[in-house]
């Protein structure tokens, strides 16, 4: 069974950093595009940030870009995701998610994923 585990997630004040991990557990995802989406209560889920799976292109949401940083590790089966000045509206379960289709451009539609990890919330304060 294929499984994404988030990590890193927790409270932290306005202005600090967080580092959120995924780990694969089936190294076939370092072939794939990966992602982070966030979905705040009330919210429709959101694409936050995304990466080839060379690792060589990046993408970012303007809300977050500057302040995120997205990277991978493909020997290991993991993607990270650096977040700093984090704001109350960053507040959100964050997911990661891999791109099965073999895309090479990372998608923001949320419904072209096809694997998610449970999530990992974080929260900022004011």
């Known amino acids: 069974q294929v499984q994404l585990v988030e990590s890193g997630g927790g409270l932290v004040q306005a202005g600090g950093s967080l580092r959120l991990s995924c780990t694969a557990s089936?190294?076939?995802?370092?072939?794939?595009?990966m992602a982070w989406f966030r979905q705040a209560p009330g919210k429709e889920r959101e694409f936050v940030a995304g990466?080839?799976?060379?690792?060589?292109?990046?993408y970012y949401a303007d809300s977050v870009k500057g302040r995120f940083t997205i990277s991978r590790d493909n020997a290991k089966s993991t993607m990270s995701l650096q977040m700093n000045i984090l704001k109350p509206e960053d507040t959100a379960v964050y997911y990661c998610?891999?791109?099965?289709?073999?895309?090479?451009?990372?998608?923001?539609?949320?419904?072209?994923?096809?694997?998610w990890g449970q999530g990992t919330q974080v929260t900022v304060s004011s």
């Open positions: 990466i080839s799976w060379t690792g060589g292109s990046t």
């Open positions: 998610a891999v791109d099965v289709s073999r895309a090479t451009v990372a998608s923001r539609t949320a419904p072209n994923y096809g694997y």
């Open positions: 089936r190294s076939m995802f370092r072939t794939y595009v």
